[in-house]
């Protein structure tokens, strides 16, 4: 009669067994497919596994704060800088030039 112990170690040896033959297979079908794309021309983003991106590319933004001391600039996005953090921003806008 099988005891419990002894099925448990066959089930584990069964388990391995499984594995190793899945991954063979596995490595078999990749194989496979690699030939099937390489043969027809075939890539990942004609699958829909890579999507081409579909953000354009943005315009650099417009600096909205200067430190009149150094002259650098800042667009108001992002961490800011050391020279205005803290401090009362309005005093470093840049004033919009009118237009004749």
């Given at each position: 009669?099988?005891?419990?112990?002894?099925?448990?170690?066959?089930?584990?040896?069964?388990?391995?067994?499984?594995?190793?033959?899945?991954q063979?297979?596995?490595?078999?079908?990749?194989?496979?497919?690699?030939?099937?794309?390489?043969?027809?021309?075939?890539?990942?983003e004609?699958?829909?596994?890579?999507?081409?991106?579909?953000?354009r590319?943005?315009?650099?933004?417009?600096?909205?704060?200067?430190?009149?001391?150094?002259?650098?600039?800042?667009?108001?996005?992002?961490?800011?800088?050391?020279?205005?953090?803290?401090?009362?921003?309005?005093q470093?806008l840049?004033?919009?030039e009118?237009?004749?």
């Amino acid at each position: 009669m099988t005891t419990y112990k002894q099925l448990q170690r066959q089930i584990q040896q069964l388990q391995q067994q499984a594995e190793a033959l899945r991954q063979r297979e596995i490595e078999q079908v990749i194989r496979e497919i690699r030939e099937k794309m390489a043969e027809y021309g075939v890539t990942a983003e004609d699958l829909g596994f890579m999507e081409a991106p579909t953000s354009r590319p943005r315009p650099p933004v417009q600096p909205k704060y200067r430190d009149p001391a150094t002259g650098q600039t800042w667009s108001g996005r992002g961490r800011a800088p050391a020279w205005i953090a803290g401090k009362d921003m309005t005093q470093f806008l840049i004033r919009a030039e009118p237009k004749p």
